[in-house]
């Protein structure tokens, strides 16, 4: 993970984004935000298990999928599958090393 602090590169609503093998960040103070990095870092399994170029194109699929479905941006964000397994484990310190292969799939 190589992490990169530039406040010009991400839109108003992001704080960060994991493009393999780099996390932007919005500011420096994100780089001890544990859950945030955490979040991030499952990110970059989930890019790496789907070989990074199919995760953003099943991303952005699933992601106009569900704006469809919800009419909504941040809804359908949240709703993203990649985005509901690193939000609802992003506090757990060892996930990671616990974490099963593809396990985003049961939050599809």
């Known amino acids: 993970m190589i992490l990169i ?3 010009y590169l991400l839109g108003k609503s992001f704080k960060g984004v994991s ?3 780099f996390v932007i960040l919005k500011n420096s103070d994100l780089k001890d935000d544990f859950n945030f990095i955490n979040h991030e ?15 953003y194109i099943w991303y952005l699929a699933e ?3 569900r704006l469809l ?3 909504d ?7 993203i599958s990649f985005e509901r397994e690193a939000y609802s484990q992003e506090m757990k310190e060892n996930y ?3 974490r099963k292969f593809w396990a985003f799939l049961q939050f599809v």
């Open 41 to 55: 870092k499952i990110h970059l399994r989930q890019q790496l298990e789907l070989l990074i170029l199919p995760f």
């Open 63 to 65: 992601y106009l999928l």
């Open 73 to 79: 941006r941040f809804l359908a964000y949240k709703n």
């Open 19 to 21: 493009l393999w093998p």
């Open 5 to 7: 602090v530039n406040k």
């Open 69 to 71: 479905y919800y009419k």
């Open 96 to 98: 990671l090393q616990e």
